[in-house]
Nanobody
Framework: VQLQASGGGSVQAGGSLSVSCVGFGVPFSRSHIGWFRQAPGKEREFVSALERGGRTHFADSVKGRFTIFKDNDKNTVFLQMNVLKPEDTAIYYC????????????????????WGQGTQVTVSS
C-alpha cells in the first residue's frame, strides 16, 4: 500500500493550489481519506476528511476556503485550497483508512491506517 501526495508549491496570499493524493493498493472508493498538515515547530493538525460515503469535514481554519473531492476512476483525492493565507504554510499529508472498519474518528491522526509522504505548501504574504 502506498499513498503519493503531490501538487504542493509556492503561492502568494490569496492564491490557490490543489494538492492530490493517489492511492496504490488501497481502493479509495471504499476508504475514508484525510488531509493533515504540519508547520515548522508545530504539531500535525487535521485539515479535511472525505468519508467513504461522501460526507466531508473541514477544520474551522479552512472552512469555506478548502474543498475535498475524489475521482474513483483515478483512485485520487484532491484538496482544492483557495484564498490561501501565510498560516496555511505547511507540509500536507494524506491518509487513508479502510471504510468498513468501525471506530472512525476523522480528526484523529491515529484513526488512519496509511499515510503519504507529504507535499510542501508555502504561502507568502
Amino acid at each position: 500500500v502506498q499513498l503519493q501526495a503531490s501538487g504542493g508549491g509556492s503561492v502568494q496570499a490569496g492564491g490557490s493550489l490543489s494538492v492530490s493524493c493517489v492511492g496504490f493498493g488501497v481502493p479509495f472508493s471504499r476508504s475514508h481519506i484525510g488531509w493533515f498538515r504540519q508547520a515548522p515547530g508545530k504539531e500535525r493538525e487535521f485539515v479535511s476528511a472525505l468519508e467513504r460515503g461522501g460526507r466531508t469535514h473541514f477544520a474551522d481554519s479552512v472552512k469555506g476556503r478548502f474543498t475535498i473531492f475524489k475521482d474513483n476512476d483515478k483512485n485520487t483525492v484532491f484538496l482544492q485550497m483557495n484564498v490561501l493565507k501565510p498560516e496555511d504554510t505547511a507540509i500536507y499529508y494524506c491518509a487513508a483508512r479502510n471504510g468498513l472498519r468501525i471506530g472512525y474518528h476523522y480528526p484523529a491522526a491515529e484513526t488512519y491506517d496509511y499515510w503519504g509522504q507529504g507535499t510542501q505548501v508555502t504561502v507568502s504574504s
